[in-house]
């Protein structure tokens, strides 16, 4: 499989942003998974691509951007 | 919503959100068209949903704004109310707006510092003056009932906590409908059996704008560990926090409370503001706020 690479970094990542932290992972795997790897629980959050809300199980494509909105409040 | 089995695109979810809670309102006997229903507004994702599915509905629906004077450095109340006086424009509702530190002379944080209790946080001040505000301007309004937009994962921490502590008189008293009584209006969650991601998801897609950033003083807050334990607990079995709540108000009609009971017939009123105590005098907001102002007098700025 040939991975691209422009000016060192892999364009093969899709980011994942929640509030000021940014996450990486592979494209191809579910939404779901790319969240339980970053530990972030999936009830916690809902997602967006392109200011789309997307499912859990949504298989992410490479150069993706998905925007993380949490959803727990309290106090 | 793999704990409905179900998936709807986004008009049929739009769609879905408002039907299920007539649904809810009819079923737990809520409120009827014909009754005014004041709706407690933070500024947040659940209280502004609510107002707009009982607005899209039909229901006589008025909004209660409390600011609490929480501003902090990102302005969270000054945010807040922003959000709601825009929501209240654009649909052409009224929104009722009570400033604490205007009417009662002191913000949240300000009469937390200032009481024993709230030093260190002003949760139980907070609490306490939300819950006597709503209840005071509800029954001044003459209004029906108070709805608020308590959700699933609200009712399962709050269910949770009190089952670990065994906070009987809690779970004697919790469900979605707290019927009227002399002196406290009916109190309503139409939200209750939604998610609360369900409710954020009916948010994003209606365009509802709302704050997004917590109570600053949220942070570390126990019933955001319970919401945490309960979402692991769901991730491995979809349906569970609902299944735990529902299974719980089924089971309450069977389960023979007494320690409550005995204590619901001795309630007197405030000597200060009328509204029902448990003991003789003044009543807890009362006594909490007129310490709030002699010693805001002795000593303006406490350690």
């Not at chain 2, 400033?99 to 139980?124: L, Y």
């Not at chain 2, 209606?206 to 949220?218: G, K, M, R, S, T």
Request: aromatic letters at 10%; one cysteine or more.
């Amino acid at each position: 499989m040939w991975t691209y690479f422009l000016f060192g970094v892999s364009l093969m990542t899709v980011k994942l942003t929640l509030r000021e932290k940014t996450f990486e992972v592979r494209a191809g795997m579910t939404l779901r998974d790319a969240l339980k790897r970053n530990e972030i629980q999936p009830e916690a959050v809902l997602s967006t691509r392109a200011g789309e809300l997307i499912t859990d199980d949504e298989i992410l494509r490479e150069g993706d951007d998905i925007r993380l909105i949490a959803v727990i409040s309290g106090g | 919503m793999r704990q409905h089995k179900l998936a709807l695109c986004k008009a049929h979810y739009l769609e879905w959100v408002p039907a299920q809670t007539r649904r809810f309102i009819e079923h737990y006997e809520m409120f009827n068209p014909h009754e005014r229903v004041l709706v407690a507004v933070s500024g947040g994702k659940d209280s502004l949903a609510l107002w707009d599915v009982l607005y899209r509905l039909g229901y006589q629906a008025d909004g209660l704004y409390i600011g609490l004077g929480i501003d902090n450095d990102q302005g969270y109340s000054s945010e807040s109310l922003r959000y709601c006086v825009a929501f209240a424009e654009q649909h052409g509702l009224k929104l009722i707006v009570y400033d604490v530190m205007q009417e009662e002379g002191a913000s949240i944080p300000e009469a937390a510092r200032h009481t024993r209790r709230g030093r260190e946080k002003p949760c139980s001040v907070c609490g306490l003056t939300k819950r006597h505000i709503m209840n005071r301007l509800a029954l001044d309004g003459e209004y029906h009932v108070l709805a608020t937009g308590h959700n699933l994962d609200d009712e399962a921490a709050v269910l949770f906590s009190n089952t670990l502590h065994w906070h009987v008189g809690y779970l004697q008293r919790q469900g979605p409908v707290l019927p009227s009584r002399p002196g406290f209006i009916r109190k309503v969650k139409p939200f209750f059996r939604f998610y609360e991601r369900e409710t954020a998801a009916y948010a994003l897609m209606q365009d509802i704008n709302y704050i997004y950033d917590e109570c600053p003083y949220a942070t570390g807050a126990t019933s955001i560990y319970y919401k945490e334990i309960l979402n692991r607990l769901e991730a491995d079995r979809p349906g569970a926090k609902l299944s735990f709540y529902l299974a719980y108000l089924r089971a309450k009609d069977s389960i023979q409370f007494t320690a409550e009971s005995k204590r619901e017939g001795l309630l007197l009123a405030c000597d200060s503001c009328g509204q029902p105590t448990s003991a003789p005098g003044h009543c807890a907001y009362c006594r909490t706020w007129d310490q709030v102002r002699e010693r805001m007098q002795e000593s303006p700025f406490p350690e």
